[in-house]
């Protein structure tokens, strides 16, 4: 199925095939859903069509990406994106790949760019920025240019379609560490399932009982870790890590310059609550699979220690000002 899968979207991607035939394919993957084989196949064939961002080795091995496949309805503010930059304070090296809103209000591109960071940089400056700061966005748009002729299909559909799974999958620095978040449980082995397929080296996969494509600090979160091809599913619960469970409405966010405010308060240690917990829940999951924590405990103090000594606000500083001088290069 794998390989059928891919030659699929190669066609698709290559732009062989006739609008309605795509449109009724994607409709019928959703209908009867996708498993990890068609999941990893389509996923390999994008990757195929991807602008790269061309690491060398010894860096490549230390990246990671957070990202969530959105589609959870929850109107939170941008968890991931907050916890790349954290992510980045604590000495990571992070590939953020995102875009713009699809099914929120703002999505990670609006609200880093209303952060003040320049996102439209060429691939030879996003990479100096990872080099430098520890910290790079790839926006989607940039570097998958097979998808705008997809695109229109995608927005005919009242649905959700297999593209909504697909950007976790398809980083153009081919990561090879990730914290993954889903919007539906069921798409968690799934999700395992097609990054062993894609030759992932570790990495993470949840969705929260409460339906968040996060680990949530309302409720229990199911888990599945991948680590050299071994899978091993668990739960977290914020009890468990002596955080209090807290409404889900206390996490809502609002549109790009909203959700900034809300990043940069928590960042700089203003931000106190719910939002700021599960900041640090995540940030703990995603130091888990970087291995710069041993266990979810360590990381939510490692994660809490970058922002109560100010390297959180120093890089987020960082961060614009470094992408501020390259895009005028």
Known sequence: MFNKTKLKFDDIF????????????????????????????????????????DVHFELKEKLIDVVGTGGDKSNSFNVSSTVAILLAACGCHVAKHGNRSITSKSGSADMLEALGINLNLETSKQLIMLEDAGFTFMFAQNHHPAMKHIMPIRKSINHRTIFNILGPLVNPANVTKHLIGVFDKSFINKMAGALDLLDVKRSMIVSSRDNLDEISISDITYAT????????DF???????????????????????????????????????????????????????????????????????????????DKLEQLIRISKLLSKE
Not at 15 to 32: A, Q, S
Request: hydrophobic residues 45%; proline residues 2%; without cysteine.
């Open 225 to 232: 870790s991948i680590y050299n091809g071994k899978m091993e």
């Open 14 to 53: 290559e732009n062989r095939l006739p609008t309605e035939e795509v449109r009724e394919y994607l409709i019928e993957l959703y209908k009867r859903g996708e498993d990890a084989a068609e999941i990893a196949g389509a996923a390999s064939a994008m990757r195929d069509h991807v602008i790269p961002l």
């Open 235 to 313: 739960i977290i619960d914020p009890q468990e890590l002596g955080f209090k469970l807290q409404s889900k409405e206390e996490i809502i966010g609002g549109d790009a310059f909203f959700n900034a405010n809300i990043t940069k308060n928590i960042l700089e240690n203003k931000e106190k609550g719910a939002k700021l917990d599960i900041v640090l829940l995540n940030a703990a999951a995603a130091l888990v699979v970087d291995e710069k924590a041993r266990d979810l405990k360590e990381g939510i103090e490692i994660a809490r220690d970058a922002i109560l000594s100010s390297r959180a606000k």
